[in-house]
């Protein structure tokens, strides 16, 4: 079971541009990721990272980031006082949850720690957006809150 209280909050600034990169591999799954912070049970998003979707076979349904790409952003971010705390792909013109390929990379991979944002993106416009973590126990992505925050924003010019 993933922990109680847990929640993912982006900023509906961050939201956007993450809305944009999707939109912008539509018909292909687009990636990247959430660098932050974590207090508790609460992770916070600074900012989305896009990150370069490297499958070549299947790329409409499956995505993978490139490694060095990763360790670069990974670095940048715990440079800055900051880490990855969630995982970011689109599913295009399919549902917002996991396939059965996300879950069992998600176990392969033991991640429990990441939250996992997967987005419905059809006819290259997003429609939804839902958050999962990982449960070793119950060996399956299980939806959880997300927030889309807009404390700490500016207000529009004007």
Same mark, same amino acid.
């Given at each position: *079971?993933?922990?109680?209280?847990?929640?993912?909050?982006?900023?509906?600034?961050? *939201?956007?541009?993450?809305?944009?990169?999707? #939109?912008?591999?539509?018909?292909?799954?687009?990636?990247?990721?959430?660098?932050?912070?974590?207090?508790?049970?609460?992770?916070?998003?600074?900012?989305?990272?896009?990150? !370069?979707?490297?499958?070549?076979?299947?790329?409409?349904? !499956?995505?993978?980031?490139?490694?060095?790409?990763?360790?670069?952003?990974?670095?940048?971010?715990?440079?800055?006082g900051l880490e990855i705390i969630?995982?970011?792909?689109?599913?295009?013109?399919?549902?917002?949850?996991?396939?059965?390929?996300?879950?069992?990379?998600? *176990?392969?991979? !033991?991640?429990?720690?990441?939250?996992?944002?997967?987005?419905?993106? #059809?006819?290259?416009?997003? *429609?939804?957006? !839902?958050?999962?973590?990982?449960?070793?126990?119950?060996?399956?992505?299980? #939806?959880?809150?997300?927030?889309?925050?807009?404390?700490? #924003?500016?207000?529009?010019?004007?």
């Amino acid at each position: *079971m993933t922990p109680a209280g847990f929640r993912l909050s982006i900023p509906r600034s961050v *939201m956007s541009g993450l809305r944009s990169h999707l #939109e912008a591999g539509y018909p292909l799954e687009a990636c990247g990721v959430l660098i932050g912070r974590i207090d508790g049970q609460t992770y916070t998003v600074r900012e989305f990272r896009p990150m !370069r979707n490297t499958v070549v076979d299947r790329p409409h349904d !499956r995505y993978r980031f490139d490694d060095l790409e990763h360790l670069r952003v990974q670095r940048e971010a715990e440079g800055r006082g900051l880490e990855i705390i969630g995982i970011v792909h689109s599913h295009p013109d399919h549902p917002a949850r996991p396939s059965a390929f996300d879950t069992n990379w998600a *176990m392969d991979s !033991r991640d429990s720690f990441n939250a996992y944002v997967v987005a419905r993106v #059809e006819r290259g416009g997003m *429609m939804e957006a !839902r958050t999962y973590r990982l449960s070793l126990e119950r060996a399956r992505l299980e #939806e959880e809150p997300l927030l889309i925050d807009d404390a700490g #924003e500016k207000p529009p010019p004007g």
